[in-house]
């Protein structure tokens, strides 16, 4: 199985935007929820937010509510992460996952598998 590779990460100052993007496997991409978490040094893998299959149910953190929108590109197998007005506190590695469950609205870390390897996201004041 191929996990997913995301791509997209930068250096951006804050207020700037990013958009990330994650290659997904069609066998994967066509059958799970999939979503976004990531991690800063020294703290946990947060979530981020997560999207069904349809593209039309999407649930975000509390941190990203307002500046972030997933969606998925169902054509080409691809996850999106449209980000807007970045902060500093949003310098983070930035992982793609497929969930392991029919959309239930999950965000913790085990309701997700099959990880990419990351793409670092900083973001400098």
């Known amino acids: 199985q191929v996990p997913p590779a995301e791509s997209g990460g930068g250096s951006v100052q804050a207020g700037g935007s990013l958009r990330l993007s994650c290659a997904v496997s069609?066998?994967?991409?066509?059958?799970?929820?999939m979503g976004w978490f990531r991690q800063a040094p020294g703290k946990e893998r947060e979530f981020v937010a997560a999207?069904?299959?349809?593209?039309?149910?999407?649930i975000y953190g509390d941190s990203v509510k307002g500046r972030f929108t997933i969606s998925r590109d169902n054509r080409r197998n691809t996850l999106l992460l449209q980000m807007n007005d970045l902060k500093p506190e949003d310098t983070a590695i930035y992982y793609c996952?497929?969930?392991?469950?029919?959309?239930?609205?999950?965000?913790?870390?085990?309701?997700?598998?099959?990880w990419g390897r990351g793409t670092q996201v900083t973001v400098s004041s």
């Open positions: 996952a497929k969930a392991i469950r029919a959309w239930n609205h999950a965000t913790e870390e085990a309701d997700f598998d099959s």
């Open positions: 069609f066998r994967i991409f066509g059958s799970f929820p």
């Open positions: 999207i069904d299959l349809s593209g039309r149910n999407t």
